[in-house]
């Protein structure tokens, strides 16, 4: 914070990123209740694989121990969304998987095809180690990231400790 300022006792950034994780469920809705992307358009999803809530295969935590990317694209089932979670079927070196992904898991939600993005902050959790994420390779062409930024919404407040 600025000093001099007083500290909010309203949590402003807590009640921001739950509203712009409320957009990624916004987003994939509609996918789910169509079985498919409008158009040309496919999405990027960043996530802390260890985060409470996280249901992927055991094979997948120990590849990608903090952090995943998943693509959505052209294979993918049984997308389902709900309040706080998102759930889809993908296949990883052949192999299908159910990967159940809460909101408040993920990091980074990106649609190349817009240029949008929306990027989180995630509690860290005192246990894991800070290893890069990589990207989880999901059977899907990838497609160039989102690189100038130019739709990129970040929050990040500073919080006093």
Known sequence: MTEGLPDS????D??????????????????????H???????????????PGVDIPQRLVERFPDEMTIVLQNRFWDL????NRFSVGLSFNQVPSKLVIPYSAITRFQ????????????ADDPQSDPDPHGSAENDEPVAKPVEDGSNVVAVDFKRKK
């Open 9 to 12: 006792l309203i949590p402003y």
């Open 111 to 122: 649609d190349p095809e817009v240029q949008f993005e929306l990027g989180f902050h995630v």
């Open 80 to 83: 389902t969304v709900d309040e």
């Open 14 to 35: 807590d009640i921001v990123q739950e509203a712009l994780r409320a957009v990624v469920g916004r987003v994939l809705g509609p996918v789910a209740e169509t079985g």
């Open 37 to 51: 992307l409008p158009g040309t358009h496919h999405f990027y999803i960043t996530f802390k694989t260890q985060a």
